[in-house]
């Protein structure tokens, strides 16, 4: 198994992202996205991009597009996380988030497999406000996973 972990500047790039993965053949089992919920909203906000969802409404809506809405995710979720505050997360690691009473997102990443100095970096960058895709999959799929994710706007995309 391989796990390809990147950061989206916008909730549409996220969103556009996981339906280019659902549409090569990535299942709700292999994606999860992680996003900052309530508190600042980012400053492109009136070109429709944000960098963090202002309220628990527009977490709930945003969860509501990439889980059953859209029927992309599954296991939509709003979570507390030490350190960090409200959260959305949806795929798999929404539930291994849930029960992490320490060790944040970086624990999660640990626990894929992602070094404990990367999870960090990753756990700031959604602190920050950007948007989180983490692709646990077949080693012989995570290069499409990962050029997936940069067309469609990731920064910061690694395979481990």
Do not use: C
């Not at 992602?114 to 290069?143: Q, S």
Request: no cysteine; glycine share 20%; hydrophobic share 40%.
């Amino acid at each position: 198994m391989s796990t390809v972990i990147g950061t989206f500047s916008s909730r549409e790039q996220a969103e556009k992202a996981v339906q280019a993965l659902r549409d090569k053949g990535f299942t709700e089992d292999e994606i999860s996205v992680i996003a900052k919920g309530g508190g600042q909203q980012g400053d492109a906000e009136a070109g429709g991009s944000m960098g963090a969802m202002g309220d628990a409404g527009e977490g709930t809506a945003w969860g509501g597009v990439l889980g059953g809405a859209a029927g992309l995710l599954a296991g939509v979720g709003a979570l507390a996380i030490p350190g960090i505050g409200p959260i959305v997360a949806a795929g798999p690691l929404a539930a291994t988030l849930s029960g992490a009473v320490t060790g944040g997102v970086a624990g999660g990443l640990l626990d894929l497999g992602i070094p404990e100095d990367r999870g960090r970096y990753f756990e700031e960058e959604v602190k920050k406000g950007r948007f989180l895709a983490v692709i646990d999959t077949e080693a012989e799929m995570a290069e499409d996973a990962a050029r997936i994710m940069r067309d469609n706007g990731a920064a910061d995309v690694e395979t481990h």
